[in-house]
């Protein structure tokens, strides 16, 4: 597609609820990022997806957290028994190798209640 | 390991006022520097980068930003801000020659603009 789509845009959720939020990158982008930014915070790196694998996850911040890519496309970001602590705008950012910077989408708010 | 500073959390100008915004960075490396733009509802937008070559960078709707590399600095300037200017400013840095390894953001700057 044209831009970085994700979905939903938005997402109330009860606190110990799964919720799956979905990332569509860029065609052919083959680098793919997700982001955590929280109210009056900078971006918080997540994990980064080179092709279907991720060579750095390091910013997961608890085992409750994990994302998948298939068919070097489509990505996932699942977080499992949410906590109030988990609310914040989940960005997601795609890039080329050799230069452009990332491009990305507009988010997905989620609010744990 | 790769940190983004960013001093100023929220700076207030009037119209046609100068901006100059403050990043510095620690990374020992090679880098590459960015600035994003947040405007109030909108998703992030890459307002100028910085891999290689001439330190002075200029990105849309005027602004520049210039790479010191002895003072770890990376500043955005503008000469005569707008209010439409009225934004959320992020400095970024990743190592390495190219720009698909992940990017560390600073806290952001916020921008007001009095019209």
């Known amino acids: 597609g044209a831009g970085v789509s994700q979905s939903p845009s938005n997402k109330v959720t009860e606190k110990g609820k799964d919720v799956e939020l979905r990332c569509d990158p860029i065609?052919?982008?083959?680098?793919l990022y997700w982001y955590r930014q929280s109210l009056g915070q900078g971006l918080e790196f997540l994990i980064y997806?080179?092709?279907?694998?991720?060579?750095?996850k390091s910013g997961l911040p608890s085992d409750r957290f994990s994302a998948e890519r298939t068919g070097g496309s489509v990505s996932t970001l699942t977080i499992q028994r949410t906590q109030q602590e988990d609310s914040a705008v989940y960005l997601c950012a795609s890039s080329s190798e050799g230069g452009l910077g990332y491009t990305f989408g507009s988010g997905t708010r989620l609010t744990v209640v | 390991a790769q940190s983004v500073s960013q001093h100023n959390h929220h700076v207030i100008l009037s119209e046609a006022a100068s901006l100059e915004l403050g990043c510095n960075y620690s990374?020992?490396?090679?880098?590459?520097l960015f600035w994003y733009v947040q405007y109030p509802g909108q998703h992030l937008q890459l307002l100028l980068k910085y891999f290689s070559g001439d330190p002075l960078v200029k990105g849309i709707k005027g602004f520049e930003a210039e790479f010191i590399k002895s003072k770890f600095s990376f500043n955005l300037r503008k000469p005569s801000v707008q209010w439409s200017d009225t934004a959320e400013y992020f400095c970024?840095?990743?190592?390495?020659?190219?720009?698909?390894?992940?990017?560390?953001f600073g806290s952001g700057t916020r921008l007001s603009i009095r019209p």
């Open positions: 990374y020992g490396g090679t880098v590459n």
């Open positions: 970024a840095v990743n190592g390495g020659y190219s720009s698909a390894s992940k990017i560390i």
């Open positions: 065609s052919g982008h083959t680098a």
């Open positions: 997806f080179q092709g279907n694998s991720a060579p750095d």
